[in-house]
């Protein structure tokens, strides 16, 4: 059984940060591609970010670079989104997702699979 389960979401005031943490069964995490995506109210899901088997390319949204951080610990297999100067755009619901063919790609396409998403709000 596949599982990918996010945690760490939450309401947080603009300014301010919070990590997301996307916990992956064994064998589902090493060594796949790790992605964030996210899906606000009224529009469709968006690439976040995303990072290598071993962590040696990350990739970014234009809205988020400079602010996220994703990073992975294959040891604990999890993977991290820490969130810095959060903005009111910023929320949405958080998926992590993996794919398991090493695209290392923002193309929603090539995960194969998905957690159920945790909620970030941020408040003005």
């Known amino acids: 059984q596949v599982q990918l389960v996010e945690s760490g979401g939450g309401l947080v005031q603009a300014g301010g940060s919070l990590r997301l943490s996307c916990a992956a069964s064994r064998r589902t995490f090493s060594p796949y591609t790790m992605g964030w995506f996210r899906q606000a109210p009224g529009k469709e899901r968006e690439f976040v970010a995303y990072?290598?088997?071993?962590?040696?390319?990350?990739y970014y949204a234009d809205s988020v670079k400079g602010r996220f951080t994703i990073s992975r610990d294959n040891t604990k297999n999890t993977v991290y989104l820490q969130m810095n100067s959060l903005k009111p755009e910023d929320t949405a619901v958080y998926y992590c997702a993996a794919d398991p063919n090493y695209n290392d790609s923002p193309a929603e396409r090539t995960y194969r699979y998905w957690g159920q998403g945790t909620q970030v709000t941020v408040s003005s």
């Open positions: 990072i290598s088997w071993n962590g040696g390319r990350t």
